[in-house]
């Protein structure tokens, strides 16, 4: 009887746990109220797209070639705050996007959150800016959502960057993903997970190379974690992972023909290097480029090799880069790039 006690006290404390996290969240976060924390908040814009409203960060000369940079999940501008500035700086006219439901865009509860819907929401952004053409640059799962803008929209793409990108359905067998996927399951652990610095942190340890862990600061979990702090980011990023659907990917990446160029890390333990080199086996205008001491963010954790191979790809009108003779980085395009 004492056993049955306990359990039904433990039962009754963590139902009161779930119910008071579920009434006491915010509904939304207030880009007003945290505009001063953003990065380059002077740069950022909002657009309104087929009811949903999105926030963009520009640099740069409009008149210059445009870079779209795209995020991965769970993820924002934030993750460009170095290397859009620096792209910038060297001759390129740079649009960030945060997602439907991601960083200070819109959270709607009747969007999809699918890699289609974000591909076409990026279509409908680029008409409503006035932007013809661009080199679509796309991380981890924003390199998903690139690669179907370019599979649909071919003409309006230049070129291609993919920065460990997710090209199958592979990481939707991650143990939380299978978890979050069972209803009511997941309603219940994704407010807990998405607010838990301890969690993020421990997510972060895997997503760098173990090399770079000090960019794993107090503010950098603030800032990935504040704008999906609230109600409407916790279904954004639950939906996200219901509707993760890249087959299509595997299927069609070979009809890809746009010079495009694969930036991966060598410890990537997020999306494989295996899956670069498929990438690489399967789009016949592509080069391979992999960085030595790199987990899955090169931008953030080697930005300065990062610019320089994003400069050097899209300023040689076929995409050819260099031979390095960097220890730190490995190219592979002989016989796989058109001459």
């Not at 007003?32 to 908040?41: F, G, I, Q, T």
């Not at 890249?246 to 009809?255: G, P, S, T």
């Amino acid at each position: 009887m004492k056993k049955k006690h306990i359990a039904l006290g433990v039962g009754g404390a963590i139902g009161a746990a779930i119910a008071w996290k579920m009434i006491s969240r915010p509904d939304t976060v207030s880009w007003e109220a945290n505009r001063l924390l953003v990065d380059h908040s002077d740069n950022s814009n909002f657009v309104d797209i087929d009811g949903i409203s999105i926030h963009y960060q520009e640099f740069g000369d409009p008149s210059d070639p445009t870079l779209m940079l795209v995020h991965g999940f769970t993820a924002s501008t934030y993750v460009w705050k170095t290397v859009a500035p620096m792209l910038a700086e060297r001759g390129f006219h740079i649009v960030a996007p945060d997602l439907p439901g991601f960083g200070y865009s819109a959270k709607p509860s009747w969007y999809d959150y699918s890699i289609a819907s974000h591909s076409r929401v990026l279509l409908r952004f680029m008409n409503r800016l006035g932007i013809g053409k661009v080199t679509m640059v796309g991380s981890s799962y924003g390199g998903a959502v690139c690669i179907w803008f370019t599979l649909d929209n071919p003409e309006r793409v230049s070129k291609l960057v993919l920065v460990d990108a997710v090209c199958n359905n592979d990481p939707k067998n991650h143990p939380i993903l299978k978890l979050a996927s069972v209803p009511g399951v997941g309603e219940v652990i994704t407010p807990f997970l998405v607010d838990s610095k301890a969690f993020l942190k421990f997510r972060m340890q895997g997503t760098l190379d173990p090399s770079n862990h000090e960019l794993i600061t107090a503010e950098r979990i603030e800032s990935i974690q504040r704008p999906i702090k609230a109600a409407d980011g916790h279904r954004s990023v639950l939906l996200t992972s219901r509707n993760w659907n890249a087959e299509r990917i595997e299927r069609d990446a070979h009809l890809i023909d746009q010079p495009t160029l694969l930036i991966w890390g060598d410890n990537d333990r997020v999306i494989p290097i295996e899956c670069g080199e498929w990438l690489y086996d399967n789009i016949l205008n592509s080069r391979f480029v992999v960085l030595k001491n790199c987990g899955h963010v090169p931008m953030e954790e080697k930005p300065e090799i990062f610019t320089d191979l994003v400069v050097e790809f899209c300023s040689n009108p076929k995409g050819r880069l260099a031979e390095s003779d960097s220890e730190d980085v490995r190219i592979e395009q002989a016989g796989n790039v058109e001459d």
